[in-house]
Structures are given as C-alpha cells and as structure tokens.
C-alpha cells in the first residue's frame, strides 16, 4: 500500500507540464465540458515558448544557426507532452510568428500540436521542437485549420549552430526545417513531424480580439499585450 507521502511524490507534476495536462484533459472531455481558456494559462504558453526557444538558443548543440535565422519566414515552437498511460494521447500547444514584409515579426498566435513521433516515449514525457519555416506559404496552410508537417510541406532536420561552423557544412532546402533536443535525428533527415492547427478560442482570449490566425500574423491591426513583448523582442533580436 502507497503511503501519503509517496501518493503525493506519484501525483506531482512539475509546473511546466500543467498547461499540456489541461490540453490533455480537455481533449478527452466531451465539448461541453471545456470551459472557456483561461487567460493567464495561455501567457503562461506563451512564456514557456519564449523559455523553450531561449534554452536551445543557449547549447550550440541545439542552437538554430544564425544563417538559417537570417532566411526564416516564419518560426513554430512547439511543447508537446504524452501521458501514456494514464490518457493515451499526445497533446501539445505553440506559438507560430512569421516575418512580416516590413521586416518585424508578428505576434506569437497560439496554435495546438499532435501526433507527434519526435521522442514521444512511454510515460510522461515532453518534447520541445521548433520548426523554421523557409517558405511564406508554410504558414499559409493553418488557413485551412490544420498543417500535416512533412506532408503538406518537406520537413527535414535543421543544422544545428556547432555544424554549420564546418566548413564542409551544406546548406540544407527544404520549406521547414526542424529542431529538436531528441537524440540520433541527423541533419538533413527527412520526418514527418506530425501537425499544428489553429486554436482561435484561445487567440480570442489572449488578445481579446475577434481577429483570427490570418489577421493576427499578417496585419498590424492588434497591440501587443506587454506579456508576449518578450517573446516579439527575442525573435527579433535573433532573426533580424
């Protein structure tokens, strides 16, 4: 029999997983039952993207090259997370940003991630990814609800920053590249890294705005809130 201390030690989850447990949750709760998003969840989506995006920034193991940054179109950034056994799905949320013609880059529009075979092991587990898009209509598919990457567009694996400090490093074209902390992926590997799609519900709520995807990246129409300034300033700073 499980003491009360040790029941408490199997039920904990560290903070940053609670967003993906809710995302969890609500996908197995009838429509019904999802309550209306909650705002300062969805900054803290926002904030946990911005520290997923600082972390691989920080290890030029996982660092995304300066060159492959100066011709991005637009950036997703993905954390995902499978309860095996408990749920038996894969849940995730993002953010995507894209690089406006005048040259700054877009609000983070919140978007929802799935079925992904990027490190999903058995358990609880997360898995971070972000995917350079290298193409204005890569981003352009979430117009239709949902982008099958490596499907609806070539995804393959990007350079890491200590690779293309090679000399003998080639660039790599393909419409999105993708960057993730999971072990044995080379560069240049061809994946199907699942989907993203649209989540206008929590857009809604964190902007407060009627304006959907389309509107929120590509028009300057919405103030930034100063919640996901840092994000903006980050982006821009690395992808000028």
């Known amino acids: 029999m499980l003491t009360s201390s040790a029941m408490q030690s199997s039920l904990f989850v560290p903070r940053k997983l609670l967003p993906l447990l809710v995302a969890a949750l609500c996908a197995c709760a009838p429509a019904a039952a999802v309550a209306k998003p909650d705002r300062a969840n969805l900054v803290t989506k926002v904030e946990t993207c911005e520290a997923i995006l600082q972390e691989f920034q920080r290890d030029p193991r996982t660092a995304i090259p300066a060159s492959v940054l100066a011709k991005a179109k637009g950036l997703v950034i993905i954390n995902q997370f499978k309860a095996g056994i408990i749920f038996g799905v ?16 877009s609000l983070p529009v919140l978007i929802s991630a799935g079925e992904t075979s990027l490190g999903l092991q058995l358990g609880a587990n997360n898995v971070e990814t972000i995917y350079v898009l290298n193409d204005d209509q890569a981003a352009r598919f979430l117009f239709r609800q949902r982008f099958r990457l490596g499907v609806d567009a070539r995804a393959a694996i990007g350079p890491k920053a200590a690779e293309a400090s090679n000399p003998e490093y080639k660039v790599i074209d393909a419409p999105v590249l993708v960057y993730t902390k999971t072990a044995g992926l080379f560069a240049g590997a ?11 519900d929590d857009n809604y709520a964190l902007y407060n705005t009627a304006y959907t995807l389309p509107e929120l990246l590509y028009s300057d129409w919405v103030t930034p809130p100063p919640e996901v300034q840092p994000l903006m300033n980050l982006v821009q700073s690395i992808a000028p």
């Open 190 to 200: 061809t994946v199907k890294a699942g989907y993203i799609s649209r989540n206008d």
């Open 90 to 105: 894969k849940a995730g949320y993002g953010v995507i940003m894209v690089k406006q013609a005048s040259g700054r880059w």
